[in-house]
């Protein structure tokens, strides 16, 4: 299956400032990716589907000012967490999909990223 | 519009045992079912997926579900349950079209007991 690889696994910062995620396909051209924050024990949420090369697109309730996603390229997208503040801690999600996924909707997905902010 | 329901939160079985994770689905039009693992502090990984082929498939680590289209279901079945399952499975469904989205379940959190 398709790669895809998320940096840093886990992250704590102080309270106030910006923190970035990476979220790399390693095998294969992406030009969609999603980003998801899983609450414990929760389901995931998604946030927004970051397109390359053109703006994300965030989902109701997500603040695009807070979460700030990049996709550069077909195999990197970032998202930043600006200002960071304590109930911005979470697990967050990044996944991918390759061509075949573009009408399946298939997913694969990276290893996630513990934010904590103290 | 499409959602997955998947009663209950938590499963458990004994090792040996067989494994049943129910998950029902709402779909307009024919769906893509899947169903994927997430092990503690991980991503997600594909355990396997129905996209309108054989209606039973069979995926990794044992793991198969049959897609039922009568009664709107993806069950999760392994026959014969192994400690390194304990896991959370999440089903999930989406329309086949362009720019297809996952929607996904709840989550079931599988125990296995020695």
């Known amino acids: 299956g398709a790669v895809v690889s998320q940096h840093p696994s886990r992250v704590i910062c102080k309270s106030g400032t910006s923190v970035k995620i990476e979220c790399r396909s390693l095998d294969f051209q992406a030009t969609t990716m999603f980003w998801y924050r899983q609450f414990p024990k929760q389901s995931l949420m998604l946030m927004a589907t970051?397109?390359?090369?053109?703006?994300?697109?965030?989902e109701q309730g997500v603040e695009k000012d807070k979460f700030l996603i990049n996709h550069a390229s077909l195999t990197l997208s970032t998202l930043t967490v600006t200002s960071a503040h304590p109930e911005d801690s979470s697990f967050y999600i990044c996944?991918?999909?390759?061509?075949?996924?573009?009408?399946?909707?298939?997913?694969?997905f990276g290893e996630g990223s513990r934010l904590t902010v103290l | 519009a499409q959602s997955v329901t998947q009663l209950g939160s938590h499963v458990s079985v004994s090792e040996g045992a067989l494994v049943l994770l129910r998950c029902n689905y709402s779909s307009s039009v024919p769906p893509y079912l899947f169903w994927y693992v997430q092990y503690p502090n991980q991503g997600l990984q594909l355990l396997l997926k129905?996209?309108?082929?054989?209606?039973l498939v069979k995926g990794i680590n044992g793991f198969e579900a049959e897609f039922k289209k009568s009664e709107t279901s993806f069950h999760l079945t392994k026959p014969s349950a192994h400690m390194s399952d304990a896991a959370v499975y999440f089903c999930?469904?989406?329309?086949?079209?362009?720019?297809?989205?996952?929607?996904f379940g709840k989550g079931i959190t599988l125990s296995v007991r020695p």
């Open positions: 129905y996209t309108s082929a054989a209606t």
């Open positions: 970051s397109n390359e090369g053109s703006k994300a697109t965030y």
């Open positions: 996944s991918a999909r390759t061509s075949g996924g573009f009408t399946t909707g298939e997913l694969f």
């Open positions: 999930a469904v989406s329309q086949a079209g362009a720019n297809s989205k996952l929607t």
